[in-house]
Every structure is written in C-alpha cells, then in structure tokens.
C-alpha cells in the first residue's frame, strides 16, 4: 500500500515537472516571439528614423550616384550623376517601404542613402536663357557624357534629341536640367534643322564708352567725357524699358565667332580707365545692367569695382600715358620697348583675373601694338571706330561708340538700335 503510495506521489512529481518544464519552455517562446515583435518595430522606427532624417526639401545627390526612372513600378537605371548636384525633393508621405526619393528637376529618383540635406539650392548661371538657339538640333549616341568646364556631371544611359544653344570647337552646348553642359563632337550622331524659334537674331551689336561718371551733386568736371548721372539714368532706363540684353566681352567674342545668336536687341556697355567708375556699380544693380570695367589696374584696388555687374578687363597696367609715342595722344603701346610693354600686360592680366579682354588707351593702335597685345595673351581687344560689331570682324579691332556728355537720348537711341 505504501509502496503504490510512493509511487502515485512519484508519478505525480513527475507530471508536475513537466509541467512546470513546459509552462517555462513555453513561456520563454512567448517572451523570444515577443522580444522578435517589439525588435522589428524598434528596427521598423529606426530605418524611419534614417530615412526621414535623410529627406529635406533641398538635398545634394552624393558623386558617382545613379539615379532611376520607374517602368512598370520597377527602377530601372537612366543616368549616374558623376559630381555633386543639389535638387529639390519631391513631399513625400514616409514609410519604411520609402526607397527613393523623387527629384523634381530631374524627373527621376534616387535612393535615400545617396543624398544629403542643405538649407537652399546653389545659384545657377542662366544667361544663356537669353541666346538664341540655333534652329538645329542634335542626336547623341545611346550613352552621352554632359560636360561643364571638362568635367563630366552626368552619365546619361539614353540619347539625346535637343537643341543647338552654344557652339564650339570641341562640341556643342546643350540646356539639361535648366543648365548648359557641352556634349563632345564624338558623342554626337547627327544634325538637322528645327525651327527652334522665330525670334529676330542680331546681326550686329553696339558697343558704347562710358568715362567718368559724376554724381548730380557734383559739378566739377566740365569735359566732355564726364557724364552726369541723370544722363546715364536716362540711357539705362531705355534698355530696361525696351529689354536689351547687356553683355560680357566673353559673349561679344562668341558672336564674332557665329557661336551663339544675340537677341536683336543686344548691347555691350563698357567704360574706360577707372576713375569714379565706382560710381557706376550702384546704378549697374539698380538697373540690374551689365557694363565691363577696362582700368588700368595700377590705379586703383580693383574690389572698389567688385559687383557681379562689373566685369573687369585691362586697359594696361600702367602704360594710360600720352606723349611717349608719335603721332596721335602717343600711347606708349606703338613703340615702347616690347619686353616692357609685354611684362606690363601681363601684370595687368594676372591683377585682373588673367582677362582676355583689352582696351587701347586713347584707342590707338598699330601693328607693333596688335602683335604685343596678342603675345600678352588677350583675346579681344576694343578701339573707337562709331561702328557696330558684326560677325566675322578682327577680334583686337573691335570697334565701339564713345558717348559723351553732350549725346542726347535721340542720338543714343540711334546708336544702339
């Protein structure tokens, strides 16, 4: 009896073992389930976390980053984006699902971990918008490389079929983007006509010289060179009201060289020596005009001109001397020493962000001068001459039309138009 007893109670441990083995087997499954639950929705929140702390209205895409065009809701590879760009984001609704953000600008997609945040897009240069284009097109070839200052921004995985903005000798400038990027002769399959547009073209520019520039309360200069701001504020506001492109000697050269087309309403404005043009750089921004500076760059520190409607380019570094040479005003440039003459240039050059562009003193000039001013290194160089530029013509005889005190607004009108 007590036997039987024993082994009930030993059974009956055994059973409650078991149990107890089970219950704890079980209930450390339920804690590792619970334990995987609550790590996918920390996992969940974080990777929600990352790819919202990577979204920003502004973001810059990362160098070597392809980017994706959706096909039947699958990316497929359109373009690598070889330097660093900022775009604008698509809003986007974020979930951990969200892979890839959309780019507005470009109408494509990036993955979130191959951008950046930054507060506002870079500036772009948008002149250009104001060429013509030419009324051809281009077809490149399936893979075409987009060049900006010979280096490659993008690496598109399809071809091209665009218009005609610049030209040049290694290629042609296209818009992507809202940007100009060149396309090299060996990417490029065909040309063929479109009319891209039916705007007037000009065929010749004027370019007019200003001197010194004299605030209306100041009547001290009585030569004829010296304007008064009432007479400038009258020729500014007839290019504002009549929406004339005014130019950089850079955008001079290319339309001599039938690289770009001009608006028919295009000027160049340029003002000579350097004194009191300071004077000039507020009325440039209020007018929102473009003008270039020739100084004569030992005169005065050139960041007294600095605005980014103030190009400046040489009028010598110190050689704005009469009476050296014969003949004329005698500027030195006809028969100074020619070393001397070529180190003073080319002081005036590096002073002057190593500018192309070059103004003869007193507009004298002669073939000893010409062959100076093309061994210094410019590019361009402006004489006097009351004639328009026209394709084609001497790039270091570009003529100009002085203006002065006593040019009314008819006449000025006359000389631009």
């Excluded at 077809?139 to 610049?166: A, G, M, P, R």
């Excluded at 955008?251 to 309403?265: A, S, V």
Aim: hydrophobic residues 35%; neutral net charge.
């Amino acid at each position: 009896m007590i036997k039987n007893v024993n082994k009930n109670k030993f059974v009956l441990f055994c059973i409650l073992l078991l149990v107890f083995f089970c219950g704890c087997f079980f209930y450390l499954q339920y804690l590792e389930k619970e334990a995987i639950k609550e790590k996918k929705i920390i996992d969940r929140e974080l990777l929600i976390s990352k790819i919202r702390n990577s979204y920003s209205k502004y973001i810059k895409v990362k160098k070597d980053t392809i980017l994706y065009r959706k096909d039947n809701d699958k990316y497929v590879k359109a373009l690598k984006v070889k330097t660093e760009k900022d775009y604008t984001l698509e809003d986007i609704n974020i979930d951990e699902n969200t892979k890839y953000f959309y780019i507005e600008e470009l109408g494509y997609y990036v993955k979130y971990q191959d951008v950046v945040k930054i507060e506002t897009l870079s500036n772009k240069d948008l002149r250009y918008k104001n060429y013509l284009p030419f009324n051809e097109n281009i077809v490149t070839k399936e893979n075409v490389n987009l060049y900006k200052d010979n280096e490659i921004v993008f690496e598109l995985y399809f071809s091209l079929d665009t218009q005609i903005i610049e030209k040049s000798e290694d290629g042609i400038y296209v818009e992507y983007n809202n940007e100009l990027y060149m396309i090299k002769n060996e990417d490029i399959v065909k040309t063929y006509y479109k009319e891209n547009t039916k705007l007037i073209e000009a065929t010749s520019v004027p370019v007019t010289v200003y001197h010194f520039i004299y605030l209306n309360d100041d009547k001290s200069c009585n030569e004829s060179i010296c304007h008064s701001e009432t007479q400038i504020r009258t020729h500014f506001n007839y290019l504002r009201e009549n929406n004339f492109f005014t130019l950089t000697t850079t955008e001079i050269g290319k339309f001599i060289d039938g690289k770009i087309r001009l608006p028919e309403k295009s000027i160049l404005i340029t003002i000579d020596d350097g004194a009191r043009a300071w004077n000039f750089v507020p009325l440039l921004e209020e007018y929102k005009v473009n003008a270039t500076l020739f100084l004569v760059s030992s005169w005065y520190d050139k960041e007294r001109f600095s605005s980014s409607y103030m190009e400046l380019a040489s009028h010598t570094h110190n050689l704005h001397t009469p009476g050296v040479c014969s003949g004329g005003q005698g500027s030195p440039l006809k028969c100074g020493n020619r070393d001397s003459l070529i180190q003073d240039l080319k002081a005036s050059r590096e002073t002057l962000n190593n500018t192309k562009a070059f103004c003869f003193p007193f507009y004298e000039y002669n073939d000893y001068a010409l062959s100076v001013v093309k061994e210094a290194g410019f590019e361009m160089a402006f004489i006097g001459g009351y004639k328009n530029v026209t394709r084609g013509i001497d790039k270091l005889k570009i003529p100009r039309i002085p203006l002065t005190d006593y040019t009314t607004l008819e006449q000025y009108i006359r000389y631009v138009s």
